[in-house]
């Protein structure tokens, strides 16, 4: 296990800046997931810490030992790739074992390696199998094999599941978890898909316009969003947003959707105009009779099993995603009555600075 640390560095492609002044630390055993759209930088700031990108300033340490002018193989990582990069003409074997027979290391110790992360990775009967005649997953599973034998300090991992299947990739997504669990080894995993990051991260950098946005753990920026982006980006369907008058006085009071009220405990540099943040699952569809702070009309109706989504409009023409439960009843043009959970709710200012309510500090 090594420390991965990255100090105010930087890169540029022409005149056109990818990343700009980033720094932050791997700890030592940690799953960090760079998380972002196309073109947020995340896979130019994987391949900087691979060695296969120049840094153009700042400074990269791993395992304590400064890296940025060292050569790829000089770095002990090993980076997988989402497009395998596997022999065909070799057996499994024969392309797990490449690298440390073009270093020379003696057979004994190659047939060690290669059988250990074969049992690791369940695939010892396909060790004499050729690459076309295995399934995708099963490919991505010799890549990261040969990953595995070098036993680097770190590995990294540039998107290696999006040429799979949806069926395959929670397989193989589990697989990744369960193989980080054994090894505890600093591992990096680059993605654009915020389910992946959720679910396999112990820590997740939210990466957009080449800078860092936040840097916490799945449910602190699931919670505790950073700004309006992160908000946004995390989370599906995403956060609702509604535009906002707050007033001032002992207790914040919102007004939404026209003439709808709401008091709230998040704290706010003063009476303006804001957003009004807040998820599906806080967005409560009442049974008849009941009060609430708002009325909808239900428009699409979206019946995913264990939850429904309702698209509602509100009486003002504001849309927004309200969740029930999996046996909901609702159906299109019903008049609902909503609750807002006001301890789930945030506030984002013009620049899309988040305020949060002081009661969303559970994790």
Partial sequence: MAEIALSNVSKSFGTVNVIDDISLVVAPGELMVFLGPSGSG???LLRMVAGLEKIDGGTLTIDGKRCEHLAPGQR?????????ALYPHMTVEENMAFGLRNIGMPQGDIDRRVGEAARMLEMEVLLKRRPAQLSGGQRQRVAIGRAIVKEPKAFLFDEPLSNLDAALRVRTRVELAKLHQRMKATMIYVTHDQTEAMTLADRIVILNNCRIEQIGTPMEVYLRPASRFVASFIGSPGMNFLKAEVAGGGKTTVRFGGATTLDIEVAHPGPGAYELGIRPEAVHI?????????TATAGVVERLGERTLVYCTLENGTELIAQDDGRS???TGDILTLRFDTSAVHLFDAEGRAYHSPVMTRQ
């Fill in 76 to 84: 002990d990582v090993a980076m997988v790739f989402q497009n395998y």
């Fill in 286 to 294: 009442l049974p008849k009779g009941e009060d609430g702070v708002a």
């Fill in 42 to 44: 995340k896979s130019t």
């Fill in 329 to 331: 009843v609702v159906q």
